[in-house]
């Protein structure tokens, strides 16, 4: 059973960066496509960012290309998500997300097999 739990989160001023991390068991990341969703209060959960289980390809949501980074630590079994320039519209709970069959890029909530507990992202103005 695979298990995800994020951290990382927390209050930053509008221009700041955190770096969020999701801890991963019962999969390994190097095998297994992984992706980033947030929820902001009265939206729908949408996609973020997403990491191929190659590792070798990336895809990120319009909004946030440019400034946020998707990256895994296949030693500490991680994927992180390094988030520079954060804009008050970044504010949400940030979700790490397994593919539902590994192969699978989620970029889509169809795709998701595993969900984490979620964590707070709150940027200031």
């Known amino acids: 059973q695979v298990q995800l739990v994020e951290s990382g989160g927390g209050l930053v001023q509008a221009g700041g960066s955190l770096r969020l991390s999701c801890a991963v068991t019962?999969?390994?990341?190097?095998?297994?496509?992984m992706g980033w969703f947030r929820q902001a209060p009265g939206k729908e959960r949408e996609f973020v960012a997403a990491i191929s289980w190659s590792g070798g390809y990336t895809y990120y949501a319009d909004s946030v290309k440019g400034r946020l980074t998707i990256s895994r630590n296949n030693g500490k079994n991680t994927v992180d998500l390094q988030m520079n320039s954060l804009k008050p519209e970044d504010t949400a709970v940030y979700y790490c997300?397994?593919?539902?069959?590994?192969?699978?890029?989620?970029?889509?909530?169809?795709?998701?097999?595993?969900w984490g507990q979620g964590t707070q992202v709150t940027v200031s103005s």
């Open positions: 997300a397994s593919s539902r069959n590994g192969i699978e890029i989620p970029k889509s909530l169809s795709a998701v097999g595993s």
């Open positions: 019962g999969r390994t990341v190097s095998s297994y496509s």
